[in-house]
């Protein structure tokens, strides 16, 4: 049994202890996600299912949130409808595109998508992004892109090799992978302010697979590889475009490392 006066110490001590805490400093506040918007859909390739890899696997890697907008169906003229709606990126801090529309043909709606990355906003574009729009004659969203195609070869693995390994954005890259299966596409142009930093080899050709643009006050990241789903799964694949994604977003640091608040247990 305590004595009275012991009592009256442990008091003292719980009045100190509480004193204490409550000049603790507070804990730090979680950095808020970056806000990703996915436009995705038209033809050629397994939206329905890329739509939940590109996201889920992003999201295991960096602190990312995302808005996913699917429409088109199969077709390759479609106009996604967010594109004509003002102010449509202003919510979100970076556009990711994994659509397939090569045969728009409206030049005003096409530039209107580049002009918002020229403005600013970071932005990717995956494989059949780069065929997107190539029906519209004018070049502003392959000024975006960074590289000019318009067709591609047979159904062939990718072996991709780095030729910028220094950049963060390769960091981490093998120096040589080849994916499961694959499409490589034929760069014909390669623009100012596009670094090109991994090539791919297919069936005997060539060609720039992975590249950085810088458009207007805008940064893309882009690749041409991704058609199948398997591809996209491979976790060298979900590293490099997360990488991508920050260094778009000025969320990676010189080692290939996302800056502090923006790793997915940060």
Known sequence: MKTLPALSALAVLAGVSALVADTKPETETKTAPLKALLITGGCCHDYDKQKIIIPAGISERANVEWTVIHEGG???DHQVSVYSEEGWADDFDVVVHNEC??????????????????????????HCSTHSYRAAKTDEWRKCLGVSSFNHGKHAPITMTPIEAEHPVVKGFPESWTTPQGELYNIEKVWEGCTPL???????????????????????????????????????????VTRGLLWACGKLDDEGKPLPGYGAED
């Open 198 to 240: 991994i090539m791919g080899e297919a069936s005997g050709r060539e060609n720039v697979c992975v590249w950085v643009n810088e458009y207007g006050e805008g940064k893309v990241f882009g690749t041409t590889v991704g058609h199948h789903n398997e591809t996209m799964a491979e976790d060298v694949y979900l590293d490099l």
């Open 101 to 126: 529309f090569g045969a728009v043909e409206d030049v005003a709606f096409v530039e209107s998508i580049a002009k918002v990355h020229a403005e600013g906003k970071p932005g990717v574009t995956l």
């Open 74 to 76: 199969k077709s390759r």
